[in-house]
């Protein structure tokens, strides 16, 4: 499984950024995907994750409400709609993936690379 983020970039607090996890490989549709975010000087944070199937997600605390994860598994792709973004959302977004169910997944065995989002104030 290969993963590829992208969508990130630069928007004002308050306003909205679609994340994009494009997978390959003929296995991804069977993988949960999970975003996770590291911010400068700060440890990796779970962000939202959703099964294999899509019936099921999970948020970390801090986006609940705010975010919205989704896939589309004929595409092979997993989204992150991140709406009234604030500043302390500026990190680095990672796009991850795992064979084993269970949400939040305690571990990935495949990652992205990551997608910048800066929020200013």
């Known amino acids: 499984v290969q993963l590829q983020a992208s969508g990130g970039g630069l928007v004002q607090a308050g306003g909205s950024l679609r994340l994009s996890c494009a997978g390959s490989?003929?296995?991804?549709?069977?993988?949960?995907v999970g975003w996770l975010r590291q911010a400068p000087g700060k440890e990796r944070e779970f962000v939202a994750a959703?099964?294999?199937?899509?019936?099921?997600?999970k948020y970390g605390e801090s986006v609940q409400g705010r975010f919205a994860i989704s896939r589309d598994n004929a595409r092979k792709v997993v989204f992150l709609q991140m709406n009234n973004l604030k500043p302390d959302d500026t990190a680095v977004y990672y796009c991850a993936a795992t064979k084993y169910a269970g949400l939040p997944p305690v571990g990935y065995e495949y990652w992205g690379q990551g997608t910048l989002v800066t929020v200013s104030s």
């Open positions: 490989g003929r296995t991804f549709s069977s993988h949960a």
């Open positions: 959703i099964s294999w199937s899509g019936d099921s997600t």
